[in-house]
């Protein structure tokens, strides 16, 4: 009996550790890309003030592929800039 649960404590343990690092890694590019290009002309200020320009997702998209083309100068690939957005979203905006 001790080894059966040993076992499943084990499984169990692996499948938490799984998830959260599906979890983590969902947006780790994302993040990595905002922080390379993003942050060397702004802070996470623009994010959560409160009045902020981005109020949709879709403007979220539009904003991050302007940023793209202006001041950050990045050659994202389409995964990447999703990669992006949906980083901000999840930490910030929550659309």
């Known amino acids: 009996m001790k080894k059966i649960m040993s076992f499943l404590l084990l499984t169990l343990s692996v499948s938490l550790s799984t998830n959260l690092y599906a979890a983590d890694d969902k947006h780790h590019g994302g993040k990595d890309l905002h922080d390379k290009k993003c942050t060397k002309c702004h802070g996470s200020s623009v994010y959560t ?35 992006v957005v949906d980083f901000l979203n999840d930490r910030y905006y929550k659309f």
């Open 49 to 83: 003030r409160d009045e902020r320009m981005v109020k949709t997702m879709s403007a979220l998209e539009s904003q991050v592929e302007n940023c793209m083309k202006g001041a950050a100068k990045a050659e994202w690939t389409q995964p990447e800039t999703t990669s």
